[in-house]
T-cell receptor
Framework: NAGVTQTPKFRVLKTGQSMTLLCAQD?????MYWYRQDPGMGLRLIHYSVGEGTTAKGEVPDGYNVSRLKKQNFLLGLESAAPSQTSVYFC?????????????FGEGSRLTVL | AQRVTQPEKLLSVFKGAPVELKCNYS??????LFWYVQYSRQRLQLLLR??SRESIKGFTADLNKGETSFHLKKPFAQEEDSAMYYC??????????FGKGTRLHILP
């Protein structure tokens, strides 16, 4: 009964380091999303995927890359972390277009860039 | 441009009083709108969607296309309603855009 699982839950990086956040879902959902949540800014869409092998840019894609090699996994990469990327990152999935809009969220990953 | 606006960062309401969380949107076309809620130490979850015309936990929201609004309402606030509330819009590219959120604080 895992749903959407994000790893790691916490991470501290130095400026310039790279890292990858993993999102895994066990609901066979087609669509997956990465958001960042910042105080006063709400949730902003970074990248999303409408199916295995596809990715698309969201509202704030700069500085991030994503991959969806397997349907159940959606990876978010930071090649060269910056302090502005300090945030809480949320992954979400939804079944398909017919399901229209119900997102299932992970617990979040708190990233601090020093 | 597609945008979801929640004008209030914080809304404090006494228990038993009516609640209205405001949401306005800009979108060319027929929008699909949602309210999501994040209770303390819980995951963000769907509260309700406009196409369902449902009432969840006493909350309702009506889509007003003329005013481009989707305000969330509850006639009598309860302490367990304290949470962060997000209005969201689904566009034709399957992007789901969120507002900045309103923190609802129910006063005893």
């Amino acid at each position: 009964n895992a749903g959407v699982t994000q790893t790691p839950k916490f991470r501290v990086l130095k400026t310039g380091q790279s890292m990858t956040l993993l999102c895994a879902q066990d609901m066979n959902h087609e669509y997956m999303y990465w958001y960042r949540q910042d105080p006063g800014m709400g949730l902003r869409l970074i990248h999303y995927s409408v199916g295995e092998g596809t990715t698309a840019k969201g509202e704030v894609p700069d500085g991030y890359n994503v991959s969806r090699l397997k349907k159940q996994n959606f990876l978010l990469g930071l090649e060269s972390a910056a302090p502005s990327q300090t945030s809480v990152y949320f992954c979400a999935s939804k079944r398909d277009t017919l399901n229209t809009g119900e997102l299932f969220f992970g617990e979040g990953s708190r990233l601090t860039v020093l | 441009a597609q945008r979801v606006t929640q004008p209030e960062k914080l809304l404090s309401v006494f228990k038993g009083a009516p609640v209205e969380l405001k949401c306005n949107y800009s979108y060319s076309g027929s929008p699909e709108l949602f309210w999501y809620v994040q209770y303390s130490r819980q995951r963000l979850q769907l509260l309700l969607r406009h196409i369902s015309r449902e009432s969840i936990k006493g909350f309702t929201a009506d889509l007003n296309k003329g005013e481009t609004s989707f305000h969330l309402k509850k006639p009598f606030a309860q302490e367990e309603d304290s949470a962060m509330y997000y209005c969201a819009l689904l566009n034709r590219d399957d992007k789901i855009i969120f507002g900045k959120g309103t923190r609802l604080h129910i006063l005893p």
